[in-house]
């Protein structure tokens, strides 16, 4: 069967099946139907979540004894406790970890790609149950694992006909049932009383992974008006899943509304992130290119458990001073071939050349390049953090009860602090959390923020951080009761475009205001070191970058890693006012913030002060393995456009 047919073919079952399972349903309203919140407040409130979490639906969790499902999830996410590997013998966890403090919202973002395999795989009686491939599966382990996942690293993947039958029905089939729990479990925890206590977002991972390069995207929705997921066997290029995305939500006349978050770029090879046309496009066709994804890919993940995509100094395309904080929790290290212009393969492995665009600071200058090419930025990104669990515990972020990402790979502590590895080890973390400003935590409310922005990405602490953005901000600006209502009168927040500027302005003028996470009585938050302003800019045609200390103080803070004592010094909360000396109406431009914490120790050093007399894996004692951490906290960037 032919590519397109199998498509078309695949896309309208599942359609058809989707209509199927929901017949019984009454019509969903136009908009969901929920009581209004009691602490809605135009000037918006700040929610932390995780929107990067996977259950036992993923192929590549349940191979390593995950057993948590969507329902359990979301119960961790609200503060209910949840039982992880190594399984006992009755099939249940052995270890309970429970968050100090319950999240604001989270989505569960199941692998849409082998939904139906996994469920032909574990129910006696389906199609494929009995072939080898799902025995394989069952097995468990790498083994299990690939028996799947292999498909996503190919260009042109193809459903198991073992398990799928000869049209690969029978698991889009299982795939429809699946997704239908996955809504029912995200309706059902999400909260629509007057408390809006907690809300979910649904959603799914869309896992292209063509060469060994991640090209990952979480597809995340407004609402429960969802179609069935788009996944890399039937659209196996990032142009296919953003015209099916279009064509099942955005142009179906649904009320249906649908956004894009790439993730770990750092194991792309230049691919996630990279701009491409249509071959024979012309400007105006590049335009319209440019603008749909623009739309429908408004934020980045700059942070998970597989390392931190912010920035790595030393490589081509852009001149700047080294920035010593581009070393934070760094997946690839030197020594490694540099992409430049082109694209590599092998990242998700760590192998392959590394490029500028595996970078979220790379990317925005190549979006500011294009802006000033065309006219339209392709890559105006936002950015947020979350976990990538493939435990089912959102928000799991703490560095002193880590207890790993992916079941019984790294389920005991020997394991997580084994020699580091593209898999496992002591090169992952526990990854971070989406800080969204919103009038009130419903979903539509959360979702408007992402699509335009005003969020950003933390490491893990819950740093409260504001930004504004504009021309006639006053030098008091810090002290003034009225600066919320002046930063969305005179000027714009994070993730904004800043408005035509004054004639008496000379240059943009930035507000920040960072307050520490206090953490709680049992665990109280580490202080704040210092704010950073960092800048991008193009300078005739050349891209540049520039890093601004702006409060706080450099080097303030330390912390014994043996016993992560620390000495107390450091700010509660910092705010300034800054205008960027080195502005040029001329160029194109983006500022970002950036706030670090003082050090603590990372998960790593907890682990080995709590290990047993005699247990000491040789990591705790590697002078290369870093034993502590400057927790951080990215804010999504302010645009300049010169004036035509």
């Not at 639906?57 to 999830?73: E, I, K, L, M, Q």
């Not at 039958?165 to 795939?175: E, M, Y």
């Not at 479990?185 to 959603?203: E, I, K, M, P, Q």
């Not at 947020?384 to 790294?410: C, I, K, M, Q």
Request: hydrophobic share 35%; glycine share 10%; with cysteine.
């Amino acid at each position: 069967m032919r590519r397109s047919q199998r498509v078309r073919g695949a896309a309208a079952l599942a359609a058809s099946l989707l209509v199927a399972a929901c017949a019984d349903r009454a019509p969903a309203p136009p908009v969901e139907q929920r009581e209004p919140c009691a602490d809605g407040s135009a000037l918006r409130n700040l929610y932390f979540g995780d929107l990067h979490v996977h259950t036992a639906y993923s192929f590549d969790a349940h191979v390593f004894d995950v057993r948590a499902t969507p329902v359990d999830a979301y119960r961790f996410a609200r503060g209910e406790p949840l039982a992880l590997p190594p399984l006992g013998p009755d099939g249940r966890g052995t270890q309970e970890l429970r968050l100090d403090r319950p999240l604001d919202f989270a989505a569960v973002t199941d692998h849409s790609e082998f939904l139906g395999e996994v469920e032909s795989c574990l129910v006696p009686g389906s199609t494929g149950y009995d072939e080898p491939a799902c025995a394989a599966f069952r097995a468990g382990g790498g083994a299990g694992q690939a028996v799947f996942g292999v498909q996503t690293t190919s260009p042109d993947p193809e459903r198991d006909a073992t398990v799928c039958g000869p049209d690969g029905n029978a698991c889009l089939v299982q795939a429809s049932a699946v997704w239908r729990r996955t809504i029912d479990a995200a309706n059902d925890a999400y909260d629509r009383t007057s408390r809006c206590s907690f809300t979910t977002l649904v959603g799914y991972e869309y896992t292209a992974n063509t060469g060994g390069s991640s090209q990952h995207r979480n597809v995340l929705f407004a609402s429960d008006r969802v179609p069935p997921p788009t996944t890399y066997v039937e659209q196996p290029t990032s142009e296919g899943l953003w015209r099916e995305l279009r064509a099942t939500c955005l142009d179906a006349g649904t009320g249906c509304d649908v956004l894009a978050i790439p993730h770990n770029p750092n194991q792309s090879n230049g691919r996630l992130l990279r701009v491409e046309y249509a071959p024979g496009s012309t400007l105006d066709e590049q335009r319209a290119q440019a603008a749909a994804r623009a739309a429908i890919e408004p934020l980045v993940e700059i942070f998970q458990h597989k390392g931190e995509s912010e920035c790595l100094s030393g490589l081509s395309g852009a001149l700047g001073d080294a920035d010593e904080a581009c070393g934070f929790e760094k997946l690839r290290t030197p020594p490694f071939d540099d992409c430049g212009d082109g694209v590599g393969a092998g990242g998700t492995g760590n192998g392959g050349c590394v490029s500028r665009r595996d970078y979220v600071r790379g990317a925005l200058l190549e979006g500011l390049a294009e802006d000033a090419r065309l006219g339209v930025n392709p890559l105006p990104l936002g950015v947020v953090a979350s976990t990538d669990t493939h435990n089912g515990t959102p928000g799991a972020v703490d560095e002193r009860t880590f207890l790993g990402h992916r079941g019984s790979v790294d389920d005991m502590a020997d394991e997580r602090l084994a020699s580091e590895g593209a898999r496992s080890g002591t090169t992952f973390n526990p990854g971070g959390l989406a800080a969204v400003w919103a009038e009130e935590n419903t979903r539509e409310a959360i979702f408007a923020a992402l699509a335009r922005r005003e969020v950003y990405g933390t490491s893990g602490p819950r740093i409260a951080l504001r930004v504004f953005a504009g021309w006639s901000f006053g030098a008091d600006a810090c002290s003034d009761p009225g600066l919320l209502q002046a930063g969305y009168d005179l000027g714009v927040p994070m993730g904004g475009v800043l408005p035509t500027r004054d004639d008496a302005a000379s240059a943009p003028v930035i507000v920040v205001s960072a307050l520490r996470d206090a953490g709680t009585a049992a665990r109280p938050g580490a202080r704040l070191e210092r704010v950073q302003i960092v800048k991008g800019w193009l300078d005739g045609g050349i891209a540049r970058e520039r890093v601004y200390d702006v409060a706080g103080q450099a080097g303030v803070g330390r912390v014994d890693a043996a016993t992560c004592a620390t000495d107390g010094a450091g700010f509660d909360e910092l705010c300034t006012v800054w205008r960027d000396p080195d502005f040029d109406p001329a160029q194109h431009a983006f500022w970002y913030v950036r706030v670090l914490e003082v050090p603590t120790c990372r998960w790593n050093a907890w682990a080995c002060r709590d290990a047993a007399d005699g247990a000491r894996p040789a990591s705790c004692d590697d002078p290369a393995v870093p034993k502590t951490i400057r927790e951080r906290a990215w804010s999504s960037p302010v645009f300049y456009r010169p004036e035509p």
